[in-house]
């Protein structure tokens, strides 16, 4: 199954991609979870990915941002190859991602959450400056409100709604300013009626910023109405990579990635 | 902004205040003992162990003899010199306390010594070294009655600080004696004690006292188990295996049973000779005492129980104590019996010095001051640490079991000038320098 | 350098509660003041186990520090002939914290049960190591600690409980003012983050393991402190300071008071040991038991500990 | 060496017997029971107690076993039950700590209890341990009840072993250490499986206490001890597993029996820089899982 190569159609500027990943291959036991994958991105594109559960998508965000170490293969970054990354590692250098179940401070306020996002990003861990001191509340609540979770700062997270919870991981991966980062399924969870307003909310915040976005995503017409660009992974392969329109219109891929995620 | 900091400032006064209230609802100020007015009775602070592993061994029967022996008093019924009621009079009540009460001893001990008049007590070296300083803050005349540490009065002078026993050196410069003159061929030592203080300090002073009677005894690698371990065959079995002629252990309580039960079927009673310095309480306990086989070297921290003297005391105390307790006093009672009949013999002597029923405390420590009283044991002299220490002489015999009892055979007596260790020279130094000026020791 | 508002907030409420606290040492009287004394030198140990607490770190050993605490007063006193509580505190403090920085990252790798297991099982170690080497550390029986001066004042035997009572409020002042200002700091809040969740915060690009190891210093400092502290006002050290239950003790008090608040813990300690205390003295023969119980009691009805009696109190009255 | 060999087993036997309650209610419950200490000294006063109140001389050595063993499966049987129905069971989900502490204040409890009903002075049940006699190996005579141990410890391991998973019972209780959740979905009734595990682990506890009461003079004092020892064992071997206190108890066993032929000073610290060493090279003990989050 080589990657349609044929429907990469559009000239790939000539640039250095800012993200580019080295034939990657990683396997649990007797699944193989990322096979051989090889795909870059330049800066500012908006990538949809698509495919089944168990595609890998998961691994290649987890892989890519350093949770995971490949079985082989590594990351180019700016045209520099990095291997050995830890997730902190990958943040330094400006790959961040946000989690398909949001990982937060949950026995703290959504203002604090945004607030310690914020410090690490500035480097005042060791600081004995209070967190919440005049010029860091400004920047958290313009982070908060850019978000439009103004509202909700002083709630307590474990309170807080899926969808906004969605977003509030996102905007803390946002707050660190990353060149690359990577949403893994932003809508999951969110209700129907929501996705919309949510993925505006975001790609708003995200285009402002020019960040190279990918995004692990079931949801089609999410897809189709928000990326430019999409990837399609069956059984930890990409089997196609282009314009969202022509991914989406290939036979293989409705066959063996919206079949089954409409079942799903 | 400005009213989120005024509420986090109220906020910050209201907790300092609600913690100060807390704080003092918790310690409520107790009026100052009433100690220097007249008193229609002199409260005693008893401080024992009643719970853990030396409650059983130590804290109860030294708690019993305390009671026994205050009501008495207060009754009048105690024989010559003591038959006066109280305290020349003056009616005693004693005051229990823990002696593992928290939050630490010495919190404990202040909190006790501020509403009572005199303190007897503690069984814990560590607590007595503790203790010792605590009281001379308070001013509170503290009797240690149990604690076997020479550190005390070797390594300071305390004024309103007594002890009314001798230090653990001394049984163990006698158990050596006894066992140097009892198996003159001895040849190899090893021993079983406690990984803490008392075991070590207790080995250190007996294979020391060995070494010093004769330098060619071989002393093997003694075992220290960590004391309540419970089971001791590993050390049982590497003893039996290094077969030394003797065997010394200052085990106590839970630990002497368990080294009794487990060693006595193995035989290692028998293939070697046991020394336990601190054995005779085993003889009160009916369930096991049958255990016991003939020849060990018993000792008990003195001359008490069935190592006593034979005097109206002790007849007294001994009776007095098995009537009401089912089982013969220990030789924890009998050093309750020492402190708190030298307490008594020091108030009575203040109040005959001052021509007054109510001595001051100063006047009770003066009288205390190398003061020699009668007690179950024998005549006490408070000889060493400027007259706050008392020296006492040591007895050990060898157990003989006939008709399923057990006594005590060959008992030998050492006066104490033969175990005590003269005024200003420290028990390791005279254990070292060969006992200079030791006298009538019996052959 | 600009003091924040906040800080300065906190310093005023830290003052205020000194003050109040230094007015009841005049009132109280010598045994209760003197149980305050060590209440308040040992509640800095217990903030210093609330405090890893807040990040996740069950420590049942934290004795280990309050054990060197004491014994370096000791030593510092025996062989360096120091004889200034400040300078004892200062090697108190320094020679935990020294410890922490050995030990911390080898520790700081584990969380919850297996933390608590191995900060018991080098407590242990040291309470071992105390007992056998007697001859240097004086065993079981422990070593003395004789009067100290306070900045060069000399006191008479009566009025030295009242010095260290003043002379351990002050240190309580300054480790209660660190604490919160340090609860307040982003260090603070990302050892919260670390409890929270840790994978987050390698996210963030910020090091699990790093602020891990600062809290564990910091709180190995406080408890170096407390330590020191303890040694000077009771005047005797032992190793019973690092056997397990007196760590023990130090999570009871913590759980007991809660660890919202630099001061919950300060709660904790002193309900705690005055418990202790009284219920030994009334109940010689069952205060374990009854001890037990209570303790019980506020664990199941106040998870959160007695902190939030008071929280509960203040939200109802800001609303 | 042999006499380090045997006296390792020996004491390896005894720990087993006296830890493997403990990491069994780990593994099911996820508590670590301080208490653990005071269910074994309340196992050795029942068993010690029926000893001395029914064993005359001259009766069958058996029926003293089956006093300890009726002692311990009274005591397990009345206070298992009752601890986790009354007590842990409202901690279930809570902090940790909190459930570290409840038992810790129930150590406390059960302490001054025992004293209660028992009184302080000791209860000598050796009549078992002196009536078995003596066996001699390479000449030093060792007491055939330590061999007592050896079986007890093995058929308790193997039971424990056969139990979980060769039974109806030992697979609910995997399914339950594995995930609460989804049991309770499946239909397992979980609170149940909870009782009747901290049931058994109380029966063991008391059951090691019990057959420890003939060697000893049961007194107040004896429960602190066990319960660092057997967190120690519980911890090297990995919390929770069974496998793993066994081999714990064995590593402790010789690792003692070592120090006490060899270096009998260090005796006191030897288990406790064990457990540092296994712990620094394996975090989870020996047989312990690491747990991964998945993202």
Not at chain 2, 91 to 100: G, I, T, Y
Not at chain 2, 354 to 370: D, L, N
């Amino acid at each position: 199954m080589e990657p349609l190569r044929a429907i990469l159609g559009e000239a790939r500027s000539v640039s250095t991609p800012v993200l580019e990943a080295v034939g990657l291959h990683k396997r649990f036991g007797a699944v193989i979870a990322c096979h051989d994958v090889s795909v870059a991105f330049d800066a500012g594109e908006l990538v949809g990915v698509v495919g089944p559960n168990g595609a890998g998508k998961t691994t290649f965000v987890n892989v890519v941002t350093g949770y995971v170490a490949p079985d082989s293969g590594y990351i180019k970054y700016r045209g520099r190859e990095h291997s050995g990354l830890t997730p902190r590692t990958a943040v330094t250098l400006g790959i961040a991602r946000s989690f398909q179940h949001p990982q937060l401070y949950e026995s703290l306020t959504v203002l604090e959450n945004a607030l310690i996002a914020l410090a690490v990003k500035e480097r005042r861990h060791a600081s004995w400056r209070p967190l919440k001191q005049a010029r860091a509340l400004q920047g958290a609540s313009a982070l908060l409100e850019r978000f439009e979770l103004g509202e909700a700062a002083d709630v307590e997270v474990g309170q807080l709604p899926e969808g906004r919870r969605k977003v509030l991981d996102i905007a803390m991966s946002f707050a660190l300013r990353p060149s690359v980062l990577l949403l893994d399924e932003p809508t999951s969870g969110v209700s129907a009626a929501e996705k919309f307003a949510l993925m505006d909310t975001v790609t708003g915040a995200l285009a402002e910023a020019q960040m190279t976005v990918l995004f692990i995503e079931h949801d089609m017409e999410v897809v189709e109405r928000y990326a430019r660009r999409v990837l399609a992974f069956v059984e930890g392969r990409i089997i196609a990579d282009g314009r969202s329109a022509d991914v989406l219109g290939d036979a293989r891929v409705r066959e063996l990635v919206l079949g089954v995620a409409e079942g799903a | 902004m400005e009213r989120q900091c005024f509420m986090t400032f109220r906020r910050v006064i209201m907790a300092a205040l609600a913690a100060t209230a807390m704080a003092s609802a918790t310690l409520v100020p107790s009026s100052p003992a009433a100690a220097q007015t007249q008193p229609q009775e002199l409260k005693i602070g008893i401080v024992t162990f009643l719970s853990g592993a030396a409650a059983s061994p130590f804290g109860i029967p030294a708690r019993n003899g305390a009671e026994i022996l205050l009501e008495s008093i207060n009754k009048g019924s105690l024989p010559a010199p003591y038959e006066k009621k109280g305290f020349g009079g003056v009616k005693v009540v004693p005051v229990f306390m823990d002696e593992a009460s928290g939050p630490d001893p010495i919190s404990a001990y202040r909190r006790l010594a501020s509403s009572v008049d005199f303190v007897i007590g503690y069984i814990s070296s560590e607590h007595c070294l503790s203790v010792a300083p605590a009281a001379e803050e308070e001013q509170k005349l503290t009797v240690l009655f149990d604690c076997g540490t020479p550190r005390i009065f070797e390594d300071n002078s305390y004024r309103y600080v007594f002890r009314t026993t001798a230090t653990a050196a001394v049984d163990n410069i006698a158990a050596a004696r006894y066992v140097y003159s009892r198996y003159p061929n001895l040849k190899t030592v090893s021993g079983i004690n406690q990984n803490y203080a008392w075991g070590q300090d207790s080995w250190k002073d007996f294979s020391s006292a060995i070494k010093s009677l004769d330098s060619k005894v071989k002393i093997d690698a003694a075992q220290f188990p960590a004391i309540f371990a419970g089971s001791y065959s590993s050390q049982i079995s590497t003893l039996l295996a290094a077969d030394p002629d003797v065997i010394h252990s200052s085990f106590w309580g839970g630990d002497a049973e368990g080294l009794l039960i487990q060693g006595a079927p193995l035989g290692l009673f028998s293939r070697s000779h046991v020394v336990l310095t601190a054995g005779e309480p085993i003889l009160h306990r009916q369930g096991i005492a049958s255990l016991m086989p003939s020849g060990v070297v018993l000792g008990a921290r003195g001359p008490h129980g069935p190592l006593a003297p034979e005097n109206k005391l002790d007849a007294w105390f001994s009776k007095a104590y098995a009537d009401r307790y089912n089982t013969e006093p220990a030789y924890p009672s009998y050093h309750m019996a020492q402190a708190v009949l030298g307490l008594k013999a020091a108030y009575e002597k203040a109040q005959a010095a001052s021509h007054s029923e109510h001595p001051t405390t100063a006047q009770v420590i003066a009288a205390f001051t190398h003061l020699s009283f009668e007690t179950p044991s024998g005549t006490i002299t408070m000889a060493l640490g400027k007259g706050h220490q008392a020296v006492e002489p040591a007895a050990y015999g060898v157990t003989k079991v006939e008709n399923g009892k057990v006594t005590l055979t060959d008992v030998k007596r050492y006066p104490v000038e033969c175990v005590n260790p003269p005024e200003g020279i420290k028990a390791e130094d005279w254990i070292a320098r060969h006992f200079p000026g030791a006298k009538n020791c019996p052959k | 350098m600009k003091i924040d508002p906040g800080n300065l907030r906190r310093l005023l409420g830290v003052v205020l509660l000194v003050a109040v606290l230094a007015l009841l040492g005049l009132w109280l009287a010598g045994w209760t003041r003197f149980l305050l004394t060590v209440a308040l030198g040992e509640s800095l140990a217990v903030i210093g186990v609330a405090l890893l607490m807040r990040a996740g770190l069950v420590s049942f050993g934290q004795g280990l520090f309050s054990a060197v605490g004491a014994y370096a007063v000791a030593y510092g006193m025996r062989l360096w002939g120091i004889h200034e509580a400040l300078l004892l505190l200062a090697v108190a403090v320094a020679a935990s914290t020294l410890l922490a920085v050995a030990i911390g990252p080898l520790i700081c790798r584990y969380r919850q049960i297996f933390f608590a297991m191995i900060s018991l099982a080098f407590s242990m170690v040291l309470y071992s190591i105390l007992l056998k080497f007697n001859t240097a550390t004086g065993g079981s029986d422990g070593m003395e600690v004789t009067a100290a001066t306070v900045l060069g004042y000399h006191a008479a035997a009566k009025a030295l409980a009242g010095v260290y009572y003043y002379l351990t409020l002050a240190c309580f002042g300054v480790a209660l003012f660190a604490t919160a200002a340090y609860y307040a700091s982003p260090a603070g809040y990302l050892a919260r983050a670390v409890r929270d969740n840790e994978i987050r915060l390698e996210y963030l690009g910020a090091s699990v393991s790093r602020e891990t190891f600062r809290a564990y210093i910091f709180a190995a400092a406080l408890t170096g402190l407390s330590g020191g502290l303890f040694a000077l006002a009771v005047g005797h050290v032992s190793p019973t300071l690092a056997y397990w239950t007196k760590s023990g003790e130090f999570l009871f008090a913590a759980l007991l008071g809660g660890t919202s608040s630099p001061i919950a813990p300060v709660v904790g300690t002193v309900v705690f040991e005055s418990l202790n205390s009284y219920l030994s003295a009334y109940l010689p023969n069952v205060w374990q038991m009854a001890l037990g119980a209570i303790m019980l009691a506020i664990i199941l009805l106040m998870p959160r500990g007695l902190w939030s009696l008071y929280e509960r109190f203040s939200a109802r009255h800001a609303a | 060496m042999t006499a380090i060999l045997v006296d390792g087993v020996v004491y390896a036997s005894w720990i087993f017997l006296v830890s493997v309650g403990l990491t069994l209610v780990f593994g099911v419950l996820r508590i670590l029971n301080i208490a653990h200490g005071s269910l074994y000294a309340v196992g050795a006063y029942t068993g010690a107690w029926l000893v001395v109140r029914y064993f005359q001389p001259g009766m069958p050595l058996a029926l003293s076993f089956a006093l300890l063993l009726a002692g311990a499966l009274i005591a397990g049987l009345v206070l298992g039950p009752l601890i986790e129905r009354l007590l842990l069971r409202f901690t279930y989900g809570r902090d940790e700590v909190m459930q570290l502490l409840v038992t810790y204040a129930l150590f406390l409890i059960l302490g001054d209890l025992t004293k209660l009903i028992w009184g302080v002075n000791p209860y000598y049940a050796y009549a078992p341990y002196s009536m078995l006699g003596n066996v001699s190996i390479g000449n030093v005579p060792y007491p055939r009840y330590d061999l007592v141990l050896i079986g007890l410890a093995a058929t308790v391991g193997i039971g424990l072993w056969l139990m979980t998973n060769r039974t109806r019972f030992g697979r609910l209780m995997t399914a339950v250490i594995g995930d609460r959740e989804i049991s309770t979905a499946l239909g397992i009734n979980v609170p149940l499986v909870c009782t009747v595990a901290f049931t058994i682990g109380t029966v063991l506890a008391a059951l090691g206490g019990a057959f420890t009461a003939p060697t000893i003079s049961v007194v107040p004092g004896i429960d602190v001890t066990v319960i660092v020892l057997s967190f120690a064992v519980v911890v090297i071997g990995g919390l929770g597993s069974l496998e793993g206190a066994a081999l714990g108890s064995l590593i402790v066993g010789i690792a003692r029996a070592i120090a006490v032929h060899r270096f009998p000073d260090l005796d006191l610290v030897t288990i406790y820089v064990v457990m540092v060493i296994v712990l620094i090279f394996r975090p989870q003990g020996l047989f312990g899982r690491a747990e991964v989050k998945r993202l």
